[in-house]
């Protein structure tokens, strides 16, 4: 079955959304993204106290379970690839593509931001399934 221009287009929109979700993933799973800072640091009489810097990555903190949680926005996001069909794609960009700009606007202080050019490209996708029309039948 032929994909049309506007599927063909969806289709690397939902890919482009499912890599960035799995590069903010990487990142918070692996960079240091926790910093803890202190001046004040107990010294001997007649040392100077010297400065201390900490920085963990979330699995240091949060534990392995972290690994689990990162895979919910992958699986948004790259859901609607799972789908052959037009109309199965087109909810589950929506769906998955919703979700994860909730997810994004709520977390937007801590690490929801970094998930948004994948909610953006997914929702970019399921507007053009919309858009596109009717898949030929036959």
Excluded: D, H
Excluded at 53 to 67: H, K, P
Excluded at 70 to 80: N, Q, R, V, Y
Excluded at 87 to 104: D, E
């Amino acid at each position: 079955m032929e994909r049309s221009g506007s599927e063909r287009v969806a289709a690397v929109l939902v890919t482009v959304g499912a890599v960035a979700a799995v590069a903010a993933a990487a990142y918070l799973a692996f960079a240091p993204v926790y910093q803890g800072f202190e001046t004040g640091r107990a010294a001997p009489p007649g040392v100077a106290a010297t400065p201390w810097e900490e920085r963990a990555t979330l699995a240091e903190v949060n534990g392995s379970r972290i690994y689990m949680t990162l895979l919910i926005p992958i699986l948004l996001a790259g859901a609607p690839l799972l789908f052959p069909r037009p109309a199965g794609r087109r909810v589950a960009s929506w769906l998955g593509g919703t979700l994860l700009l909730a997810f994004s606007i709520l977390g937007a202080f801590t690490v929801g931001l970094l998930f948004l050019p994948a909610a953006l490209a997914v929702l970019l996708a399921a507007l053009l399934l919309s858009l596109g029309g009717p898949a030929p039948s036959g």
